[in-house]
């Protein structure tokens, strides 16, 4: 089993950064980590994934240029920097650990969300 617990979540104007931290713990190994978002009324999206093996990353394209992941293997800590940030970024962020191969949209494992609310 893996437990992931989100934190940096917060209200933010719009232009404005949060770093998001997915802490995980557990034994079970894991490929990739991903972060997604839900927005009110609408559904579950894809925002960016990183390897735990390697320095390969994906980001959405609504979030390139903005959004960045990355990892701390020491800390067994995933993070989502985000800048300049929109009102439609507004959404809970979820952090979630697949045991699958890169191109698998399986994940086993979720976190409890953190919101994040940009303001205009």
């Known amino acids: 089993q893996v437990q992931l617990v989100e934190s940096g979540g917060g209200l933010v104007p719009a232009g404005g950064s949060l770093r998001l931290s997915c802490a995980a713990s557990?034994?079970?190994?894991?490929?990739?980590t991903g972060w997604f978002r839900q927005a009110p009324g609408k559904e579950r999206e894809f925002v960016a994934v990183?390897?735990?093996?390697?320095?390969?990353?994906a980001h959405a394209d609504s979030v390139k240029g903005r959004f960045t992941i990355s990892r701390d293997n020491a800390k067994n800590t995933v993070y989502l920097q985000m800048n300049s940030l929109k009102p439609e970024d507004t959404a809970i962020y979820y952090c979630?650990?697949?045991?699958?191969?890169?191109?698998?949209?399986?994940?086993?494992?979720w976190g409890q969300g953190t919101q994040v609310t940009v303001s205009s």
């Open positions: 557990g034994r079970t190994f894991i490929s990739k």
């Open positions: 990183i390897s735990s093996s390697t320095s390969i990353t």
């Open positions: 979630a650990a697949s045991q699958r191969s890169w191109g698998s949209p399986e994940y086993a494992y």
